[in-house]
């Protein structure tokens, strides 16, 4: 529910306060109180003010969505708030991102682009009836598809990536400045969180319109915005999944490189594409988007976790690799269940690796949390310490939690199992025929627990 009008203005002089100082924190709790601010004041179509504001504005969102209600001069508190979190620098890539409670980073346009797609919905009100634009779905159009379509003509032409990468807060406590870790694409990972979250709250408002404060509460889980369990972003890709086909998806896509040919920023990259290519490109666009966001887990990078430096010079796998071990954690016991606690376990199983054990860095390749999200250890490139005697030889892929009693979530078990082995192989990390095994398997302990280890043998390879 809505704050009362004292406590929303306590929040906007903090946050006032902060922004003079520009210190306004880039995370989805700075902007429930500012929503909650503009509802509170009657602001009629805070998704088209967005806009206004620098969030969706290219032709295509302008065509679907119709003209953004002009700025007034001076702009209120309230506007200005919003587009200090849209434009925190006009020449970052990573512009008008935030992080959210979950580690994910989220970019408001194609949030904000969707959210208005569904409220014009509620509200009964028609999109475009004229060709080519009428054979688009608004939704994906203004969430994803223009983005995808242009970056993989892009990289069809310049050869460069269409999709990612993903990056990092300087601070998760007070995010000021986001890296990504890679050249941009036109989808990095901020982009595709935002539009699929777009796409999801979208359709949630065209059934249920509810005030946008309380619909982003819930969903991002803002101070325990949720009953139990993790946050509903945790779950976007599955329920993107859900929701969207990848037949559907290139259906989009396809329907957008057609309107893409007609205008004049895009119409030189698809000239020298035929039907075919240009078919061949949606489909690519398409399956890829839902290999890397849907098919395959979010893994949390290290300086997302506060990882500390490697000691030392680390050693280089050679890829495939053969196995993949599985272990528990044992200490921490409980698992965790959210990016705060998750990221924590993670720096202390560091720390107790490196000063304790004198290890180089955390051992584990891969750390599964309890909150939806695996955890970046050593990754894919670099030799681990898991499993003493095979540590070239495959992976180590440890639950947090003593998993002898009792089993993991069965989410976190899906991850792992139908998520990060299977891309894993698809992406050439892993050998097609490789063979699972459990710690107690290669060395003598009890790891991964008797309850875990009795799972495991239901897995595919295991041996």
Same mark, same amino acid.
């Given at each position: 529910?809505?704050?009362?009008?004292?406590? @929303?203005?306590?929040?906007?002089? @903090?946050?006032?306060?902060?922004?003079?100082?520009?210190?306004?924190?880039?995370?989805?709790?700075?902007?429930?109180?500012?929503?909650?601010?503009?509802?509170?004041?009657?602001?009629?179509?805070?998704?088209?003010?967005?806009?206004?504001?620098? +969030?969706?504005?290219?032709?295509?969102?302008?065509?679907?969505?119709?003209?953004?209600?002009?700025?007034?001069?001076?702009?209120?508190?309230?506007?200005?708030?919003?587009?200090?979190?849209?434009?925190?620098?006009?020449?970052?890539?990573?512009?008008?991102?935030?992080?959210?409670?979950?580690?994910?980073?989220?970019?408001?346009?194609?949030?904000?682009?969707?959210?208005?797609?569904?409220?014009?919905?509620?509200?009964?009100?028609? +999109?475009?009836?004229?060709?080519?634009?009428?054979?688009?779905?608004?939704?994906?159009?203004?969430?994803?598809?223009?983005?995808?379509?242009?970056?993989?003509?892009?990289?069809?032409?310049?050869?460069?990536?269409?999709?990612?990468?993903?990056?990092?807060?300087?601070?998760?406590?007070?995010?000021?400045?986001?890296?990504?870790?890679?050249?941009?694409?036109?989808?990095?990972?901020? @982009?595709?969180?935002?539009?699929?979250?777009?796409?999801?709250?979208?359709?949630?408002?065209?059934?249920?319109?509810?005030?946008?404060?309380?619909?982003?509460?819930?969903?991002?889980?803002?101070?325990?915005?949720?009953?139990?369990?993790?946050?509903?972003?945790?779950?976007?890709?599955?329920?993107?999944?859900?929701?969207?086909?990848? +037949?559907?998806?290139?259906?989009?896509?396809?329907?957008?490189?057609?309107?893409?040919?007609?205008?004049?920023?895009?119409?030189?990259?698809?000239?020298?594409?035929?039907?075919?290519?240009?078919?061949?490109?949606?489909?690519?666009?398409?399956?890829?988007?839902?290999?890397?966001?849907?098919?395959?887990?979010?893994?949390?990078?290290?300086?997302?976790?506060?990882?500390?430096?490697?000691?030392?010079?680390?050693?280089?796998?050679?890829?495939?690799?053969?196995?993949?071990?599985?272990?528990?954690?044992?200490?921490?016991?409980?698992?965790?269940?959210?990016?705060?606690?998750?990221?924590?376990?993670?720096?202390?199983?560091?720390?107790?690796?490196?000063?304790?054990?004198?290890?180089?860095?955390?051992?584990?390749?891969?750390?599964?949390?309890?909150?939806?999200?695996?955890?970046?250890?050593?990754?894919?490139?670099?030799?681990?310490?898991?499993?003493?005697?095979?540590?070239?030889?495959?992976?180590?892929?440890?639950?947090? +939690?003593?998993?002898?009693?009792?089993?993991?979530?069965?989410?976190?078990?899906?991850?792992?199992?139908?998520?990060?082995?299977?891309?894993?192989?698809?992406?050439?990390?892993?050998?097609?025929?490789?063979?699972?095994?459990?710690?107690?398997?290669?060395?003598?302990?009890?790891?991964?627990?008797?309850?875990?280890?009795?799972?495991?043998?239901?897995?595919?390879?295991?041996?």
């Amino acid at each position: 529910m809505c704050c009362s009008a004292a406590a @929303v203005l306590l929040l906007l002089a @903090v946050l006032s306060a902060r922004t003079q100082a520009a210190l306004l924190p880039h995370h989805i709790s700075s902007l429930i109180p500012i929503l909650q601010s503009l509802e509170a004041d009657g602001t009629p179509d805070i998704p088209s003010l967005v806009r206004s504001l620098g +969030g969706c504005g290219t032709p295509v969102c302008h065509t679907l969505l119709g003209d953004p209600p002009p700025t007034p001069t001076p702009i209120p508190e309230p506007w200005a708030l919003l587009a200090h979190l849209l434009h925190p620098n006009a020449t970052a890539a990573e512009r008008g991102a935030l992080l959210a409670p979950d580690g994910s980073t989220v970019a408001l346009a194609p949030l904000f682009a969707g959210v208005e797609v569904g409220l014009k919905r509620a509200a009964g009100r028609p +999109g475009p009836i004229d060709q080519p634009y009428a054979s688009l779905d608004a939704l994906y159009a203004v969430t994803i598809t223009e983005a995808l379509g242009t970056s993989f003509l892009v990289a069809r032409v310049n050869g460069t990536a269409a999709l990612g990468p993903d990056g990092c807060w300087d601070d998760v406590d007070n995010p000021q400045n986001f890296t990504l870790l890679g050249p941009p694409s036109l989808v990095p990972h901020a @982009v595709a969180n935002g539009a699929m979250d777009g796409v999801l709250l979208g359709t949630r408002l065209a059934e249920d319109p509810i005030p946008l404060s309380v619909l982003f509460r819930r969903y991002y889980g803002v101070d325990n915005g949720i009953a139990r369990g993790w946050p509903h972003s945790s779950r976007r890709r599955r329920d993107f999944g859900a929701l969207t086909a990848v +037949g559907k998806l290139e259906e989009e896509v396809a329907a957008m490189l057609r309107v893409l040919r007609g205008l004049p920023h895009t119409h030189e990259l698809l000239e020298e594409f035929g039907e075919e290519e240009e078919a061949d490109i949606a489909r690519r666009a398409a399956r890829e988007f839902m290999e890397v966001y849907v098919e395959c887990p979010a893994i949390i990078p290290r300086c997302m976790w506060g990882a500390r430096p490697y000691r030392g010079t680390p050693r280089p796998l050679s890829p495939p690799l053969g196995s993949i071990y599985i272990h528990h954690t044992f200490v921490p016991s409980a698992p965790c269940r959210s990016f705060t606690a998750c990221a924590r376990d993670m720096r202390s199983m560091q720390r107790f690796h490196q000063d304790t054990r004198g290890w180089d860095d955390i051992g584990y390749s891969f750390v599964v949390g309890s909150d939806g999200y695996l955890y970046q250890g050593r990754g894919w490139r670099w030799v681990g310490a898991h499993t003493r005697g095979h540590n070239t030889k495959g992976y180590g892929v440890g639950y947090v +939690g003593n998993f002898s009693a009792s089993l993991p979530d069965p989410e976190a078990i899906a991850l792992v199992r139908d998520g990060l082995i299977p891309c894993a192989v698809r992406a050439g990390w892993l050998h097609q025929n490789y063979t699972l095994h459990g710690h107690r398997q290669m060395v003598n302990t009890s790891c991964p627990g008797d309850a875990l280890f009795q799972e495991i043998q239901t897995w595919h390879g295991f041996k």
